[in-house]
């Protein structure tokens, strides 16, 4: 139930995206390129952020850098 409360939870540390180019999903509505993000947890394949909906969304590491 961790994703209940991610929201409140401390951040992992900062990533900075840096594209938008989704082969599947449509991401550019909810990232912006050259901005930083929170994250609130991690797994091997995707950082869980909160985006630019100000909720907590699950991407592909590949969008982003550490900052």
Known sequence: ?????????????KVKCIH??????IVNRVLTAGQLYDVKNE??????????SGKI????????QDA
Do not use: C, L, Q, S
């Open 1 to 13: 139930m961790i994703h209940k409360i991610w929201e409140e939870r401390e951040t992992v540390k």
């Open 20 to 25: 938008t180019d989704a082969t599947k999903y």
């Open 43 to 52: 797994t091997e394949e995707f950082y869980f952020i909160i985006d630019n």
């Open 57 to 64: 969304g699950g991407y592909y590491k590949d969008y982003f």
